[in-house]
């Protein structure tokens, strides 16, 4: 079983290897990690031959694709870990080499970026040189500033200059009132500069009469420059692209790409970014990695209610229950979250649905009462290593309170678990309804969390 603890600075030296990745993304870079470890929660683990290393993620387990010799065998790891948590396992900064790897072991994957942490890059040659009409702006105030401040300096620091360094940033965060992300920000940097020799960290400084106005810093990865702080004070008028130019220039100049990291969804950043004309934005690719099973379900006939397929023909009627706000409270998945630029319609459900069972990840069934009627929809998915699965129902607001519910869910337990050792069951805590209607279907409840019972059903 591995055996995660948190990251340390100690444990610099025997990670530096494994970051062997050929990618440009930010995430790629040591830095980044051992930066941010304090906000993500991140542990390492040490297996026989290479690292694993998780973070949390809004609560969820997020884990760095494995580096290092034998990485089947730490996938192996990681599906052992994660056994009585699901039948999904996500994988964060995934780039193609991993999408490889991981394809070759799971049968279904889902691919997830946002926008807000696509990476910013650029050719180094031209933050360095401010080129070309699109950089009359920045060259502008770097000329002012160098014209302004004459006797301005340029020059790295040291571990000797970090109660400057750190007093600078204290008069910068004191600037403005900021937000509690931005707060976090600054314990990162202190984190980071708190390890700045066993990083191998590239710095610089740059002084007006002996004053610190800017600071950057950053590392190399492959053929590209990312930087992870930069800031100036702002009564210093061009202080911000007079140390962008000078370290792209000073650091870069044997480098092909600078990557100025993302705006995580600030629009301020992004304005400001894309002002200095980014050649790509790289995803920070997200791959869920879906435990697949075959399941074979036959029609389920109860005294009031039919259990089947659906068609085409009910993709109406289902669209209007996955898309029923208040009916989904407690179903704890939001259709918008995948929806991307289709419209939440038939059509876009009649895929999905369809898609899902393709790749054996989820069986959706159709409820219906004997005449006919739309009542709901009952899912068998979330399949587990020891081949277990879990069952999920939600009904129409029509057709709530007249015990459908539990008359489904109980019909459709009884015969999933012919095929399956083990079913799993769980609720929101304020969804008393769905916990009786659980209970009623013959499962047990387990534990609990803050928000949440968990319950199974043996075979």
Known sequence: MLDFRKIDKKDISALR????????????AIGVTYMWADYFDTEIAFYD?????????????????PQGEDRLEALRLIEEYEREKGGEITFSSVDDDDLALLSSRYPAIEI????????????????????????????????????EYPSYKFLPFTKEDLPEIYAFLEEHKALAPRSKEEEIEYDACRRLLGAMDELSLLTAMIRVDKKIVAISVGEVLNDTLIVHIEKALAAYSGAYPTMCSLFAAH????????????????????????????????????????????????????????????????????AALATDEERNRYWG???????????????HFDRVLTEDEGRGIAYSRKITDREGRF??????????LDGSAELGLRITADCAGRGYGREAYRALADEAIKIFPRLHARC??????????????????????????FFSREK
């Not at 807000?116 to 000329?143: F, I, M, P, T, V």
């Not at 992004?270 to 029609?299: F, W």
């Not at 929101?428 to 499962?443: C, D, H, Q, T, V």
């Open 251 to 318: 650091y870069g100049k044997d480098l092909t790409y600078i990557n100025r990291e993302d705006d995580a969804g600030d629009m301020g950043l992004r304005t400001s970014k894309t002002q200095y004309h980014p050649i790509e934005l790289l995803e920070k690719r997200m791959a869920v990695c879906h435990l697949s099973q075959r399941v074979d379900l036959p029609a389920i006939f109860t005294e009031r209610l039919i259990i089947d397929r659906f068609a085409s023909t009910d993709m109406e009627a289902y």
């Open 49 to 65: 031959g290479g690292v694993i290393i998780k973070e949390d993620f809004f609560g969820e387990d997020v884990f760095m694709p």
């Open 112 to 147: 997830k970026s946002h926008r807000d942490y696509a990476d910013y890059l650029y050719l180094a040659s031209d933050l360095a040189e401010y080129k070309g009409k699109k950089y009359h702006g920045q060259k502008n105030h770097r000329n002012r500033f160098m014209k």
């Open 428 to 453: 929101y805590k304020e969804n008393a309804p769905s916990r009786a209607m659980i209970l009623s279907a013959g499962f047990q409840e387990r534990r609990e969390n803050s928000e949440m019972y």
């Open 17 to 28: 290897p494994y970051y062997r990745s050929a990618a440009r993304i930010c995430s790629k």
């Open 333 to 347: 998945y939001d259709y918008k979250v995948d929806l991307g630029e289709d419209r939440a319609d038939a059509a």
């Open 375 to 384: 009542v709901g929809e009952a899912v068998l998915y979330n399949f587990r």
